[in-house]
């Protein structure tokens, strides 16, 4: 799944591509034969990426990779199979620069301080600093072998990385706070769902908007620290399983109930206006498109035929969710003939959509375009950063009540054992529900 990088930050549009399993595992998943703290392994592909997705974005050279560091780092012989070291140190170096040919057998490095990934033919901004192991190895790609890079580090640390990604660190510390809880819980959740059903893949997450943004020590800083550490150990759980914590940058006033995006039921998500008593920052968005481009794509697609000519595109009362969001689009072809489009096959003809909530209509400049204007940003499910900051700030909610109004009917438990927090244990969460882990003794209220 799924925040701020606009003005130096990143915004994230979090349109979440999960592999599919039963229909409760893409959701929810069970804690019971796990044990997790926040010094549990999290495994983040950094290198490469298949999707222009920020902040990282696409590379072309995807079989040759530099990590150079101030201090000389350790080389290591690793497993195929698994994360691991085999054996003593290789080589010590400063610099390794990594080919197909290098890591005929996969490799571990393993520096004293921070280092620097370096990923050819992009931007120097666009090499980050990261902590912890990291496990190369080659894989299949699309035309040839790739190499693939795995940053090992701890929950913690991870999430040092990812909070100041993520959101503002100006932003009040409650907000921070909110965003460190719902990242970790996301991030629990995809270690155990990768784990158990995605066993053969040697990495949990990426480091994309496709999960969470996270760029290695690169944005670290106190504030989100801070957040990080006074959260420590904190998810969220529904009927004693470990949510998929959806969250997005901006609903546009108005959150949306998964079903309506995915056609998949959530039920700790719900459609809804955000606060009626805060002011609320929205984005505003405008997109013009070519109707001819849009015709092309669609007789490319094979949903028109070569001689429908696109006369009106318009979303019709019906085609819109509770929340105003756009679930499908009509095409008028020159004959006056109506063509149903659904808003997945729409993004794909045009994409980058910042939000679904928006309107269309025809250029008054240029006939043969239609702007499309719209507000929000994010698929709209889960936790709006941009709402959750109003709370904090204009009302001081504090990060439990942001996160019990965005996340209905949730528990906020800590996988810690042994704690001095006022929270129940997530182990003491799973015990209240029957052994299938999804029928409750006692139905939480409403």
């Not at 480091?207 to 969470?212: A, F, K, S």
């Not at 810690?416 to 003491?428: G, N, Q």
Request: aromatic share 8%; hydrophobic share 40%.
């Amino acid at each position: 799944m799924k925040s701020m990088w606009c003005k130096g930050l990143l915004i994230a549009l979090a349109w979440s591509t999960q592999v599919k399993a039963d229909e409760t595992a893409q959701i929810m998943m069970d804690l019971t034969d796990i044990k997790l703290d926040s010094l549990e392994q999290i495994r983040v592909k950094i290198f490469p990426h298949d999707r222009d997705y920020k902040p990282q974005g696409l590379e072309a050279v995807r079989d040759r990779l530099v990590v150079e560091s101030e201090k000389p780092c350790a080389l290591f012989r690793a497993a195929a199979d698994r994360t691991q070291a085999i054996g003593g140190v290789r080589h010590r170096a400063n610099r390794f620069t990594f080919t197909l040919a290098d890591l005929a057998e996969p490799k571990i490095v393993q520096c004293p301080g921070p280092y620097r990934v370096l990923r050819q033919g992009l931007p120097a901004n666009l090499s980050y600093e990261y902590t912890g192991r990291l496990y190369l190895h080659t894989v299949d790609g699309r035309q040839q072998k790739d190499i693939e890079a795995i940053n090992l580090i701890d929950l913690n640390q991870y999430l040092r990385g990812v909070v100041p990604s993520e959101v503002y660190r100006e932003w009040p510390m409650e907000t921070l706070k909110t965003q460190a809880v719902a990242a970790r819980t996301y991030a629990v959740y995809h270690v155990v769902y990768g784990r158990h059903y995605q066993s053969e893949r040697l990495w949990d997450v990426d480091d994309t908007i496709n999960y969470q943004a996270y760029t290695g020590t690169t944005l670290h800083n106190p504030r989100t620290d801070e957040a990080v550490l006074q959260t420590a150990g904190q998810i969220l759980t529904y009927q004693g399983q470990v949510i998929q914590a959806y969250y997005h940058a901006d609903s546009g006033g108005q959150t949306e109930e998964a079903r309506s995006v995915w056609n998949r039921a959530v039920p700790f998500t719900v459609a809804r206006p955000e606060a009626g008593d805060v002011e609320l920052t929205k984005t505003i968005w405008e997109r013009e498109v070519s109707l001819l481009e849009i015709e092309k794509d669609l007789i490319d697609l094979g949903l028109l035929e070569a001689d429908q000519t696109i006369k009106q595109l318009l979303v019709p009362v019906i085609g819109r969710t509770l929340s105003g969001r756009v679930r499908s689009l009509v095409v008028v072809d020159q004959r006056g003939t109506f063509k149903l489009i659904p808003f997945s096959v729409f993004r794909r003809v045009v994409p980058q959509l910042p939000s679904q909530l928006f309107a269309i209509e025809r250029s008054k400049e240029n006939p043969q375009n239609v702007l499309i204007r719209g507000i929000g940003n994010g698929h709209g499910v889960g936790m709006s950063q941009i709402g959750a900051a109003a709370l904090a700030g204009e009302k001081a909610w504090t990060y439990q009540q942001i996160l019990e109004y965005y996340y209905v009917r949730t528990t906020l438990c800590t996988l810690k054992e042994v704690t001095d927090v006022a929270l129940p244990s997530c182990a003491h969460e799973r015990t209240k529900y029957a052994g299938d882990g999804k029928t409750p003794v006692a139905q939480p209220p409403i």
